[in-house]
């Protein structure tokens, strides 16, 4: 049993900020990385930020100085600060779990998403 939960997405004005947050529970084997992906509508799903095990960052470039990707391993969470907002991010946001068996067979684990709206 996984369950990735997603919380803190919001109506939020532009230039403003957003911290969403994704706690996993169950045994995760094999984890590779965790990561934020959104989908805005009429567009295809973008990977916007994941970290590695290894503590490795990366972002997309519509993000990048904007975002921070972080995580709490003793509480199991990763967060996403989302900071000077534009309306270009509204989106709905999903959490991300990957992992990679012994023999290299990848399986993603999904959240079921939360909504970030920025609009004045």
């Known amino acids: 049993q996984v369950h990735l939960v997603e919380s803190g997405g919001g109506l939020v004005q532009p230039g403003g900020s957003l911290r969403l947050s994704c706690a996993a529970s169950g045994s995760i084997v094999g984890f590779t990385a965790m990561g934020w992906y959104r989908q805005a509508p009429g567009k295809q799903r973008e990977l916007v930020a994941h970290?590695?095990?290894?503590?490795?960052?990366n972002y997309a470039d519509s993000v990048k100085g904007r975002f921070t990707i972080s995580r709490d391993n003793a509480k199991n969470t990763v967060y996403l600060q989302m900071n000077s907002l534009k309306p270009e991010d509204t989106a709905v946001y999903y959490c991300n779990v990957h992992t990679r068996s012994s023999l290299g067979t990848p399986y993603d684990y999904w959240g079921q998403g939360t909504q970030v709206t920025v609009s004045s």
């Open positions: 970290i590695t095990s290894g503590g490795t960052t």
